[in-house]
């Protein structure tokens, strides 16, 4: 019985309903600083890296291609996973070595606390996922100060700092001549023109009729 109805439902002369899926594209043309120097051929992180931007104001969660110059000499002892959050089982073969301060009991000579210098490795544990931010950061920070070439920023910061005077909205044909029926027939009984069903389909409140009857005057009478 099932299946006669799948069938019918197949047959079925309606036509389905499909959803367009919502374009990931990015409309360049509202700015013309940056669409003159927008490259089709990147993609939008690309382009944003480029012109020294950021597409994102948290911090990256991965997907960061490094290189051998951007990671530092000696950074990491094991070969560099493409996968930021893999973490090796394995404990590391060599431990860099490292001075110390160590405080001791004057009596029983016990150690009572190790003192690190500054200058010392915020990752005493060696975690991986700590050093993969570090680098992560790191190249990120050298991107950003080689994009110095450009003046994009600059002139972005100082397009927004120019006030841009806003215009006045401006009365269409249509409804200055509904304003002026309505002060023809009611004067200034604003509250008539609000109940007038005929004149005011949609029904606009009285304060919203003074308001454009006060900028109909504006223009025809001041």
């Not at 899926?21 to 382009?47: C, G």
């Not at 110390?100 to 210098?117: C, F, K, M, S």
């Not at 100060?145 to 009365?171: C, F, Y």
């Not at 002060?183 to 109940?195: C, F, R, S, V």
Request: hydrophobic share 30%.
């Amino acid at each position: 019985m099932g299946r006669e109805l799948q069938k019918k439902k197949n047959k079925s002369s309606t036509s389905r309903v499909k959803h367009k899926p919502k374009s990931k594209r990015v409309n360049i043309k509202s700015n013309p600083l940056i669409a003159a120097k927008w490259d089709q051929s990147l993609t939008l992180a690309q382009n944003y890296q480029k012109l020294g931007l950021t597409a994102r104001l948290n911090g990256r969660t991965g997907g960061i291609e490094r290189t051998k110059t951007d990671v530092p000499l000696g950074a990491i002892s094991a070969p560099v996973s493409t996968d930021t959050l893999k973490v090796s089982s394995r404990l590391p073969t060599k431990i860099k070595p490292a001075e110390v301060n160590i405080e001791r009991d004057p009596t029983t000579g016990a150690i009572l606390r190790v003192i690190q210098h500054a200058s010392n490795s915020d990752n005493p544990l060696n975690d991986p996922l700590s050093e993969a931010t570090n680098i992560s950061n790191d190249v990120e920070g050298r991107r950003r100060e080689g994009v110095g070439t450009n003046n994009i920023v600059r002139e972005l910061e100082m397009q927004a700092s120019i006030d841009i005077k806003k215009q006045p909205r401006r009365q269409s044909k249509r409804e200055e001549e509904w304003i002026d029926h309505l002060i023809t027939k009611y004067g200034e009984d604003y509250e008539a023109m609000m109940k007038d069903r005929k004149l005011n389909p949609y029904q606009q409140s009285s304060g919203d009729l003074k308001r454009r009857a006060q900028k109909w005057k504006e223009t025809f009478e001041g």
